[in-house]
């Protein structure tokens, strides 16, 4: 199984704001940025300030979807 935050990109895209916004709103790291603009696995705790800082749930910034490997 893999991840997939591109219900966070759009999210980002409904409130007009920008992948630095959301670093920067959250508190969360480059790296953690990073990861998620890969769909890469993250904490809880940094899908947790996101979640907080955009009041949604996690359901409304990512889902698990069927690794092609």
Do not use: F, H
Not at 36 to 61: A, F, M, R, T, W
């Amino acid at each position: 199984m893999a991840v997939s935050y591109d219900n966070l990109w759009k999210l980002l895209i409904d409130k007009k704001l920008k992948r630095t916004d959301l670093k920067q709103l959250c508190g969360i790291s480059s790296n953690v940025l990073a990861k998620l603009g890969k769909n890469e696995p993250v904490s809880i705790d940094s899908l947790e300030k996101i979640c907080l800082s955009l009041n949604c749930q996690i359901e409304e910034i990512m889902q698990i979807v069927e690794d092609n490997k």
